[in-house]
């Protein structure tokens, strides 16, 4: 619809009078973007005189809307059907369960859909057409038209309550958020290492021992040596909270998983339980205790009859609370180490003829499935359940790429995609210096909105098995409810748009337009959202040997100011600013010209030697790794002093790595200066030493040999002084660490290296 028309309408209305006290929002800004919308002339206007006309079966979302207008519009509907109306119709002809056409018209509302889902879903995109909160006796509403339908039918949030414990009034409050976005599935993280959060009637351990751990980790995983804070911590929800919280999320059309971790991630109910793990020959079996810390934990449990014992009647007491199809079992991250070592386990491989640990781990799982399909209810695992052959009826979750999602799909199961590449929002969400911590990763808005949950991979036939997408929140560094809603929002509010929406209809920015919008929401519901669209974002171009800096933010609609000396930005961004010496820029989004918005920036361009030289690569980097390219080694711009996902570090997976830099002409080096990043608990490993070779301007060649020694921190530091020399070209070998070590997260696979802008002076 053209602007034009909007404005004839506007006119109409103010010509005739019709406008009540409020305006309507005459462009929708719905999110998850519906499939089509067509704005009409006119307004509905809602108001004490408004009936709302329904069927038993949809009662539940009818009491929704109800008391919605009552709680922040302040209008109570009539009892009288009179004048305009809002009415519910059942629609066969609307094929998809969740789709609904939403016709507002001059004297009514008119909702149809086939089922109640479409009906609450159409009911959440007329709320977004209203104002935020009101106490005018009169609300216009906007005519239009709007026909809508989900892209995929999972659409889930995953949220893990063991690592941090979070009160029932969030988890509403969670899922309440989740519906708005019209999504559909919670998964929630019931117990791990570092706890065990659902009542189990038959096993008072768990409450007592499992659920509570004696102090928490502080800092970073990678922070060595490790501090603990000394306070007991932990709770669990009570089977009264479940029923609460599943009757919650059910009256907002939210299926609830609840996920019981086996074999692995189950230190909790083995220290409540210690039976439950493999009998060893060793004592420290009595010692095992929740885990206090983050990370992959060797003890899991033995395939016993007593454990499948125990997790049957767990699971009985699961399935008695929770009414949705799905029990997630986990599944991911077990070490075989005990299972080696155990008698039972290995008497087991022998007498079920199986190949080894990961076949035990395929029994293990296929047995539980067994039991759970017993129930009638279906299995999900996270995508480690495919080693050693996939249960018969389970649903995978691709969550280490989507390779997991590929396969399993292949084999003709049902798939949900949660790769950590776009799902994990728990991740780091921008470069600001000052974003709290988190376990690490880069994951920004706009990564999260470019998903496409089908792999490229998978032929038509096979991507029907991909049920949808879903984003997972990992809390290891989220301690409080204030952090888990900075972390999910907006990062799941793309999301929303990536599984509901037809990507033809997606376009981010006119999705950061609806975002700006739908914050008001957000922060009339005390969200704590991020808000990155102001920040500013800046590139080094390279125009023809001559470099510029470019500054920019998400949103444009505000002015940027700059500076290039490191004081208060006062100078007006209009192009990319010439950098033609070490400059430290520093910059900021001002609306009207003086209300500072967003975040401050800062950035040091250092016009060190290697500035502009020619630089080259014996290997790539990793593909998730090297989104600055190449060039990121020597432009000026030194990598996030915490976090190794920007665009300045590059990564790569287990290669030895030979870097070879060219200079335009004979240059005098006196030092090379680097950093690795050394994140064991990601895998990532400072190397441990790196041969040089520079070939000088007499063309000869000197080699040398520099070791790195000091290689506790998460930053290594490499300074390598020589003695000046004129050189043309240089060479640096960078050997990777090798194999993780037994006993470290990752142990056995290959490690990583990470390196920051090579520093020549
Ligand atoms: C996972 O992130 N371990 C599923
Ligand atoms: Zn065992």
Redesign the pocket.
């Known amino acids: 619809m053209k602007i034009q028309v909007y404005l004839k309408i506007i006119f109409l209305l103010i010509l005739f009078g019709c406008v009540k006290e409020t305006p309507p929002v005459v462009v929708p800004n719905i999110i998850p973007k519906p499939l089509s919308q067509e704005i009409k002339e006119g307004v509905f206007i809602l108001d004490k005189n408004t009936f709302l006309e329904y069927s038993k079966e949809h009662e539940k979302v009818a009491i929704f809307l109800t008391d919605y207008f009552k709680e922040n519009l302040n209008i109570v509907l009539s009892s009288d059907n009179k004048e305009g109306k809002i009415k519910f119709i059942t629609d066969n002809t609307i094929l998809n369960d969740e789709g609904y056409l939403l016709k507002i018209a001059k004297n009514q509302i008119l909702i149809s859909a086939k089922t109640t889902k479409g009906i609450f879903y159409a009911v959440q995109s007329l709320i977004q057409l209203l104002p935020l909160k009101s106490n005018l006796k009169q609300i216009s509403i906007q005519n239009l038209e709007i026909k809508d339908e989900p892209q995929f039918s999972y659409r889930g949030m995953h949220l893990d309550v063991a690592r941090h414990f979070f009160p029932v009034a969030f988890i509403k409050k969670f899922i309440n958020l989740m519906s708005i976005l019209k999504m559909n599935n919670f998964h929630w993280h019931l117990t791990d290492d570092q706890g065990w959060r659902i009542e189990i009637k038959k096993y008072p351990k768990l409450q007592e021992i499992a659920a509570y751990r004696k102090e928490t980790l502080i800092g970073h995983y990678s922070d060595k040596p490790h501090q603990f804070n000394g306070k007991k911590y932990g709770g669990y929800y009570t089977q009264k909270d479940i029923k609460e919280i599943v009757k919650y999320a059910s009256d907002r059309q939210i299926t609830i998983i609840p996920e019981i971790e086996m074999p692995g991630h189950s230190q909790a109910s083995i220290a409540a339980y210690p039976e439950l793990g493999c009998t060893l020959i060793s004592s420290s079996r009595d010692k095992i205790e929740v885990a206090t810390k983050w990370g992959i934990f060797e003890d899991i449990y033995c395939p016993k009859e007593s454990t499948f014992k125990f997790l049957e009647d767990v699971i009985d007491e699961v399935v008695a609370l929770f009414p949705g199809k799905y029990i997630h079992i986990g599944g991911?991250?077990a070490p075989k180490i005990n299972w080696e070592k155990c008698e039972n386990c290995q008497i087991l491989i022998k007498k079920e003829g199986l190949k080894d640990e990961h076949e035990l781990q395929s029994y293990f799982i296929t047995r539980m499935e067994k039991y759970i399909n017993s129930k009638g209810k279906q299995i999900i695992g996270?995508d480690e359940i495919l080693e050693g052959g996939l249960a018969p009826n389970a649903t995978v979750m691709s969550?280490r790429g989507t390779n997991g999602a590929v396969i399993a799909a292949k084999q003709k199961h049902d798939v949900i995609l949660t790769p950590q590449s776009h799902c994990y929002l728990n991740h780091y969400q921008s470069d600001n210096k000052n974003e709290p911590l988190t376990n690490g990763g880069y994951l920004p808005l706009q990564k999260v909105y470019s998903f496409n949950p089908i792999p490229p991979e998978l032929t038509k036939k096979e991507s029907k098995y991909v049920l949808g997408a879903q984003g997972?929140i990992?809390t290891e560094y989220i301690t409080n409810p204030k952090k888990i809603e900075y972390m999910a929002f907006p990062r799941a509010i793309a999301l929303s748009e990536v599984i509901w929406s037809d990507s033809k209809n997606k376009n981010y920015s006119d999705f950061i337009n609806r975002l700006e919008h739908f914050n008001k929401r957000l922060d009339v519901m005390n969200v704590n959202y991020a808000n990155h669209i102001y920040d500013i974002k800046g590139k080094l171009i390279d125009e023809n040997g001559k470099l510029f800096f470019e500054l920019k933010s998400t949103s444009n609609k505000f002015d940027i100011f700059y500076s290039k000396d490191g004081s208060n930005p006062t100078t007006l961004y209009e192009e990319p600013i010439l950098v033609d010496s070490t400059m430290y820029i520093k910059a900021q989004v001002y609306k009207s010209g003086i209300i500072k918005i967003g975040n401050p920036f800062e950035q040091k361009i250092n016009l060190h030697k290697a500035v502009g030289s020619k630089i080259s690569l014996n290997v790539t980097p990793h593909k998730a790794y090297n989104t600055g390219g190449t060039k990121a080694l020597i432009n000026g711009i030194s990598g996030n002093d915490k976090r190794y996902g920007d665009t300045e570090w590059l990564g790569f997976s287990g290669d030895d790595i030979e870097i070879t830099i060219e200079f335009d002409e004979p240059t005098e080096i006196n030092s090379i200066s680097t950093r690795f990043h050394n994140g064991n608990g990601q895998w990532i490993y400072a190397p441990k030493e790196i041969k040089f070779s520079f070939q000088l301007e007499d063309e000869k060649t000197v080699n040398y040999i520099e070791q790195i020694n000091n290689r506790d921190s998460l930053l290594v530091n490499f300074n390598y002084k020589i003695k000046a020399t004129k050189v043309i070209k240089m060479k640096m070998m960078i050997k990777n660490y090798g194999e993780i070590p037994i006993g470290k997260q990752g142990a056995g696979n290959k490690s990583w290296t990470f390196i920051d802008e090579i520093i020549i002076e």
Do not use: A, K, V, Y
């Open positions: 991911d991250e996270w969550w997972n990992w």
